[in-house]
């Protein structure tokens, strides 16, 4: 059984930085995918960026990218999101997912496990 644990969420001025911290136990094989997604008051869940087990290959939102960087350490049991230049609409709760054999990343149903999610408030 896969657990995530988030981490790292706060309140932040624009402009301002966080990094959230995604820790997992239990059995993560390099099939895994693992996803920062978001959702914000009223809205959907929107794939922020991933990580891709097997190479370590990264993908990120339009809305995010050049912003906001994914890495993972070298035990690949902890993956980070660094947010960088943090807007208001930036504002939502964070999740972390994870999901083997996934085919469409940005879809909240391919993942099985989540963390508990961590809010971000950016204020403007």
């Known amino acids: 059984e896969v657990q995530l644990v988030a981490s790292g969420g706060g309140l932040v001025q624009a402009g301002g930085s966080l990094r959230l911290s995604c820790a997992a136990s239990g059995f993560i094989s390099d099939d895994y995918v693992i996803v920062w997604f978001r959702q914000a008051p009223g809205k959907g869940r929107e794939g922020v960026s991933c990580i891709i087990g097997s190479d370590g290959s990264t993908v990120y939102a339009d809305s995010v990218k050049g912003r906001f960087t994914i890495s993972r350490d070298n035990a690949k049991t902890t993956v980070y999101l660094q947010m960088n230049s943090l807007k208001p609409e930036d504002t939502a709760v964070y999740y972390c997912?994870?999901?083997?054999?996934?085919?469409?990343?940005?879809?909240?149903?391919?993942?099985?496990?989540w963390g508990q999610g961590t809010q971000v408030t950016v204020s403007s």
């Open positions: 997912a994870a999901g083997s054999f996934v085919r469409e990343i940005s879809k909240a149903r391919e993942y099985n496990y």
